[in-house]
């Protein structure tokens, strides 16, 4: 979500930050602003929409300094105005701010009490005016921060810059990620490593509860009980964090034209080359009784999908829970589970949440997230990533994928720990992942066929996605990427509930996309579309060459896909999902990569 940036420089920092501020867009964001403190005067600059509006302010009206803080702002408290932009001042502070602080109304009421009054909508405005109390009060920045530190309820990344200190930053974490950059005589913090990789590869992350006095000459850290605590330092890697298009138009096109690649290094990762699971030891299924499965947006959506995969692989129960939900309705956890926890950026707040809620009452804690780094990686009694490299388009489709890859891989070592794979069967759906990367590659080669469809795609108001059992979420997922690209109202059905109610929406102008491989499903897949064919609505079966010719005739459009094992066709059948709502969002002229009103990272709950 919102991004945060500081640097102690040696150099003009405006460039820099608003350089690091870019590499934060994939985030998602409406605002932007900058401060800096220059010759011992804090100033700011503010701009809403993208940041080459900001570029454009500072540009007219530049802004020194040597040392500054940066911000894009995804609106939550008050709307994306200027007025409501970080970087928030008030008197000697200057702060910007991840997160949601839960009890601002009742801090602003006390506030307004003692003759301090905000001006803007937003809770962070209410930080800056508790450091401007306390400190008007003789305390030191250091002190003011950390008594404000103590008066707020909620999840936040916190960076501050104080009027005459051209050499102090501040930052706190609590809830939302913050790391800080080792440079020479130079220091950097960003809301991950994404933003700092052009300026350093040491990188120390605060821990839960953190709080930090960065100098130039170093950082002291604090811990929640205002302990010194010492943090360690990593190397990342650069290659890692970059950023680029590749010569594609947008990066969901380059990441979804990624996935063969990332998904072949995922299984070399996590297989031998004799053909055995890699996947470590400590974590042996045949006690296991329960495996629960959390995340939230599109990773829920995988987990669905391997609810299918436990139970039918390796007969294991499986619960699948929207992580928003998953403990406010006080699940009974049991010592003979596992839980897993699946997230991209491995910092989505309700993953977290979820995850801290079932520590200690399961026997194991797993996650499997994309950034080995992040917080959900770091508190998992056992990390699994999923190799995609970084994705930037905010609709996931390669990490999407690779999850699933990683999904499919866990159900297979726990069908063979219960007893339920032999070597030979294990082998087989081993070698079935392992032709997906060259399958994969035959159904990117449909994108001219898909781009042609979507022009009458992009004409529509309403579309529905059906599938059977596996395809089901797969069908919720394609629904969820039309609708966040092209913004057209799309929803996704198991087939056999079609006439227990979706049914009545079925006319000449919806179409209907059936994700349908030829299994042992596909006969009565066909049926309901034949219900939805006698009520004139315009079917797009998506099957291989067998399912197309025996559909048989009323079919409006067909995507032959190539044959592959039916236990795996959802990682698959992803991609035409993944092309239909590209080519739909392009059609429509959409924003492909940062689609209106949402965030790649949602870190606030």
């Known amino acids: 979500m919102c991004g945060i940036v500081g640097v102690l420089g040696t150099h003009e920092v405006s460039p820099l930050i608003v350089e690091a501020l ?30 080459v509006n900001l570029s454009d302010l500072l540009v007219h009206d530049p802004l020194p300094g040597k040392s500054g803080i940066g911000h894009t702002r ?5 709307a994306a105005t200027v007025v409501n932009a970080h970087p928030h001042k008030a008197g000697p502070v200057a702060v910007v701010h991840n997160g949601i602080i839960e009890n601002f109304r009742e801090l602003r009421e006390d506030l307004a009490a003692s003759g301090y009054v905000q001006e803007s909508q937003t809770d962070t405005e209410t930080v800056a ?10 305390a030191s920045p250091a002190d003011a921060a950390r008594s404000t530190l103590k008066l707020l309820h909620g999840a936040f990344a916190l960076l501050f810059l104080f009027d005459g200190e051209d050499d102090l930053l501040i930052a706190a974490r609590k809830g939302s990620p913050l790391a800080i950059g080792w440079g020479d005589g130079e220091m950097y913090v960003g809301s991950d490593a994404i933003a700092l990789a052009p300026m350093t590869d040491r990188i120390t992350y605060l821990d839960e509860g953190d709080w930090a006095v960065i100098t130039r000459a170093g950082a002291t850290i604090f811990d929640a009980q205002d302990r010194p605590a010492s943090r360690p330092e ?12 590749a010569g594609y138009k947008h990066f969901m096109a380059k990441e979804i034209a990624e996935q063969p690649v990332v998904i072949a290094d995922a299984l070399r990762h996590y297989t031998t080359r004799d053909g ?43 619960d699948i829970d929207i992580a928003s939900e998953f403990r406010y309705r006080e699940p009974p956890l049991l010592p003979g589970a596992v839980a897993i926890f699946v997230s991209q950026s491995g910092e989505t707040a309700d993953t977290l949440a979820a995850l801290r809620y079932a520590k200690g009452k399961v026997g194991k804690v797993l996650s499997v997230v994309n950034v080995p780094t992040s917080s959900i990686a770091r ?33 297979l070592k726990a069908g063979r720990d219960r007893g339920r794979l032999g070597p030979d069967e294990l082998a087989q759906h081993l070698n079935g992942l392992r032709a997906l990367p060259g399958l994969m590659n035959h159904a990117l080669g449909l994108s001219g066929d898909v781009a042609r469809i979507a022009e009458d795609l992009a004409r529509s108001e309403d579309v529905l996605f059906l599938g059977r059992g596996a395809m089901y979420p797969l069908a919720l997922e394609g629904a969820l990427k039309l609708k966040e690209i092209s913004y057209i109202h799309a929803e996704g059905y198991a087939s056999g509930e079609l006439k227990h109610g979706p049914i009545a929406l079925i006319d000449d102008t919806v179409p209907v ?36 010719a025996e559909a048989g005739a009323g079919v409006w459009r067909g995507l032959a896909l190539p044959e592959c094992p039916s236990l795996f066709a959802p990682i698959l059948y992803a991609v035409p999902a993944q092309l239909l709502a590209y080519h739909t969002a392009i059609a429509k002229g959409t924003d492909v990569d940062q689609p209106r009103n949402l965030a790649k990272s949602v870190t606030v709950e």
Not at 234 to 245: M, Y
Not at 518 to 528: C, E, I, Q, Y
């Open 22 to 51: 870019k590499r934060l867009e994939y985030r998602g964001y409406d605002s932007a602003g900058i401060a800096t403190v220059n010759s011992g005067r804090l100033d700011r600059r503010r701009a809403v929409g993208k940041l």
């Open 74 to 78: 995804w609106a939550t408290h008050g």
């Open 129 to 138: 005016l508790l450091l401007q109390r306390a400190m008007a009060n003789g």
């Open 234 to 245: 990593a190397r990342i890697q650069l290659d890692a964090t970059r950023i680029e298009k």
């Open 276 to 318: 055995a699971i890699n996947l470590p030891e400590s974590l042996d299924f045949s006690t296991v009784d329960r495996v629960t499965l959390v995340a939230c947006g599109t990773a829920h959506y995988a987990c669905h999908v391997a609810k299918y995969w436990f139970e039918q692989i390796a007969g294991l129960p499986a």
């Open 379 to 411: 508190e998992s009694d056992l990390a699994l990533p999923i190799l995609a490299g970084v994705e930037v388009g905010v609709a996931s489709t390669k990490a999407f994928t690779c999850q699933l890859t990683v999904l499919a891989l866990l159900a």
């Open 513 to 548: 996309i059936v994700l349908a491989p030829r299994d042992a499903l596909f006969d009565k897949t066909v049926s309901n579309m034949q219900e939805v064919m006698a009520r004139h609505g315009r079917v797009l079966l998506v099957s291989d060459a067998t399912g197309l």
